[in-house]
């Protein structure tokens, strides 16, 4: 039995950082975003755009460019080791949910497969506003 509220710590406190991590990479879009008009697509790098200057064609956005606007050293990576996920919304489909995000920021969870139960997606990206990645009531 110990074992098993051990493992549940260890998860609680992966799903919490998580959270976090997500938290702060939706600041730093959104400082992104306030510098150069938009949020990072995948030509500009995706979140990667978010440490480093990407190339802009458009010259006077990359003198917009404030970055980095993570702090150097900051990893992309979930406790899991899976790659944080950042899908900028379809222009097409994002004023039918108005008030949504217009990305979804997410991680895969643990078992690494996205769009399952484990998946810890940013609190204000879930339709309750809270994040329940378990399915449970979105306290913390």
């Known amino acids: 039995l110990r074992t098993v509220t051990g493992v549940?710590?260890?998860?609680?406190?992966?799903?919490?950082?998580?959270?976090?991590?997500?938290?702060?990479v939706a600041n730093a879009l959104d400082t992104y975003r306030l510098n150069l008009g938009h949020y990072p697509n995948e030509q500009e790098g995706g979140l990667d755009a978010l440490l480093k200057k990407p190339t802009f064609e458009?010259?006077?956005l990359g003198e917009k460019w404030q970055g980095p606007y993570l702090k150097p050293g900051t990893?992309?990576?979930?406790?899991?080791?899976?790659?944080?996920?950042?899908?900028?919304?379809?222009?097409?489909?994002q004023g039918q949910n108005s008030g949504a995000l217009p990305y979804k920021l997410f991680s895969v969870g643990p078992d690494g497969q996205p769009d399952t139960e484990d998946d810890v997606k940013?609190?204000?990206d879930n339709p309750d506003g809270?994040?329940?990645?378990?399915?449970g009531t979105g306290s913390n």
């Open 122 to 124: 940013l609190a204000s």
């Open 8 to 24: 549940q710590r260890v998860l609680f406190r992966s799903r919490n950082t998580t959270r976090l991590m997500l938290q702060q």
């Open 58 to 60: 458009n010259e006077r």
């Open 75 to 93: 990893t992309l990576d979930d406790p899991w080791n899976n790659k944080i996920r950042y899908e900028l919304a379809d222009a097409t489909t």
């Open 130 to 135: 809270g994040a329940s990645p378990t399915g």
